[in-house]
């Protein structure tokens, strides 16, 4: 076992891992984060993916030991500090952009590393930029919406079928 | 997956030092090595991380042409390259998904030589030099059949030149799921003639289709594909298309290829 530290949504956190202990296992079992879900675990589902230094990756494809001294941000640093949703994640419930929710942590989080790389993404690059992120509900039209919504852009024309 | 000792080094000399310990792997962004590990197709006793070595990260004009450290992730290529390579920006672009771009790197993607990963077509076409912590290998020694490079114990890919070519292009044909290529080529025009390397089809790995380079140094056009055909014989067969079906891709991509290289 060897000791870790890294930021954890703005806060300083350590803990003990073995060499093969996963960053999502770190997170949900070492520090009680369960915002971050595992749904595959073989790196395809995107359910798990969290902010490193401000870059979305699979926390389940990730060892805790390789990140240490990063700045890492899940979906429980997302909200505003009052507490309220974030927009993205208000847009997420008033898109209805979830429906059994299990794979919204994810969603969130890589839509979030994509509005802050492209503020104003078309519907090809939202699509485009979730692809490692799997719905088993398939509501994708819905999280393309609440996205684009997110972003200021007018959803009425995206699809909606 | 089995338990293993962790090592991060910070430079290259103390990362060959410990790879040269008994059962040592090399660690680069793991988004191939972690899911081998759970499934334990792969069980090293000391895992090696080569993302924290700076001397083996960025994107740079150099000497030979464009020098892209070993562990630069895919999303660092796909942006930093754009002005001075754009084909292969393109290419690292279009691996995976964002967040395997976030880790993946260039170097574990060769080192590991995968049939149906992306670089080594661009590595191949491009004529680059693969630079290794012991010495440099071009790129035609370098790729050696299915995950098989010319890397000895110990060694590991610290970076990669490409020599800049004056128009290129990779077309991939995407295996939806997994989003590898079902059949992916890459075209180069250099001054002294075409590179053409195809990834994904070949049961050997990445491979260079030789008639196509000759008929493209004379005339850089699809059309001077017309009169060439790909011998199924040595083409992966899979529930996903069979060998007649991925030599026909391979004709059919390059000449996409050739033409989006305009």
């Known amino acids: 076992?060897?000791?870790?530290?890294?930021?954890?949504?703005?806060?300083?956190?350590?803990?003990?891992?073995?060499?093969?202990?996963?960053?999502?296992?770190?997170?949900?079992?070492?520090?009680?984060?369960?915002?971050?879900?595992?749904?595959?675990?073989?790196?395809?589902?995107?359910?798990?993916?969290?902010?490193?230094?401000?870059?979305?990756?699979?926390?389940?494809?990730?060892?805790?030991?390789?990140?240490?001294?990063?700045?890492?941000?899940?979906?429980e640093g997302m909200a505003n500090a009052d507490g309220s949703l974030s927009v993205l994640q208000q847009a997420f419930q008033d898109h209805h952009g979830l429906q059994c929710g299990f794979c919204t942590p994810g969603m969130v989080m890589s839509?979030?590393?994509?509005?802050?790389?492209?503020?104003k993404p078309t519907e090809h690059e939202v699509r485009h930029h979730l692809e490692g992120n799997i719905c088993r509900c398939t509501g994708y039209h819905n999280i393309v919406k609440a996205v684009m919504a997110a972003s200021g852009q007018d959803v009425s024309a995206v699809a909606a079928e | 997956m089995h338990n293993f000792d962790f090592a991060k080094p910070s430079t290259i000399a103390e990362a060959a030092k410990a790879?040269?310990?008994?059962?040592?792997?090399?660690?680069?962004?793991?988004?191939?090595?972690i899911p081998t590990m759970k499934q334990r197709l792969a069980a090293p006793g000391v895992l090696v991380s080569l993302t924290g070595i700076a001397e083996m990260q960025g994107v740079c004009m150099g000497d030979g042409g464009l020098h892209i450290g070993a562990a630069?992730?895919?999303?660092?290529?796909?942006?930093?390259?754009?002005?001075?390579?754009?084909?292969?920006?393109?290419?690292?672009g279009g691996i995976g998904d964002p967040a395997v771009r976030s880790r993946g790197t260039i170097g574990g993607s060769i080192a590991n030589n995968d049939p149906a990963a992306c670089y080594p077509s661009a590595v191949l076409a491009s004529g680059a030099t693969v630079v290794t912590n012991k010495r440099k290998i071009a790129a035609?020694?370098?790729?050696?059949?299915?995950?098989?490079?010319?890397?000895?114990?110990?060694?590991?890919?610290?970076?990669?030149?490409?020599?800049?070519?004056?128009?290129?292009?990779?077309?991939?044909?995407?295996q939806p799921a997994s989003r590898f290529a079902l059949t992916g080529v890459f075209v180069a025009k250099y001054a002294d003639g075409v590179r053409v390397a195809v990834t994904g089809a070949g049961n050997d790995g990445v491979f260079r289709w030789k008639e196509a380079e000759a008929a493209l140094s004379g005339n850089f056009s699809a059309d001077a594909l017309s009169g060439l055909t790909v011998d199924p014989d040595g083409m992966i067969a899979d529930l996903h298309g069979s060998a007649a079906y991925r030599a026909n891709l391979v004709k059919v991509l390059t000449g996409r290829a050739v033409t989006a290289a305009g």
């Open chain 2, 72 to 92: 630069t992730p895919h999303a660092v290529v796909a942006k930093e390259a754009k002005a001075h390579y754009p084909a292969l920006a393109a290419l690292a």
């Open chain 2, 19 to 33: 790879l040269a310990a008994d059962g040592a792997q090399a660690l680069s962004g793991g988004q191939t090595l």
């Open chain 2, 140 to 174: 035609d020694d370098y790729f050696q059949g299915l995950f098989t490079t010319a890397l000895e114990e110990g060694e590991f890919v610290t970076s990669v030149i490409f020599p800049i070519p004056s128009s290129a292009a990779y077309v991939k044909f995407n």
């Open chain 1, 111 to 119: 839509s979030a590393a994509l509005l802050a790389e492209n503020p």
């Open chain 1, 1 to 75: 076992m060897t000791k870790v530290s890294m930021t954890v949504n703005g806060k300083a956190v350590s803990g003990e891992v073995e060499g093969r202990t996963l960053l999502s296992s770190f997170l949900r079992e070492g520090l009680g984060l369960t915002g971050t879900h595992v749904g595959c675990d073989t790196s395809q589902c995107g359910a798990c993916v969290v902010h490193v230094d401000g870059k979305p990756v699979k926390s389940c494809t990730v060892f805790a030991a390789d990140v240490a001294g990063a700045s890492v941000k899940t979906i």
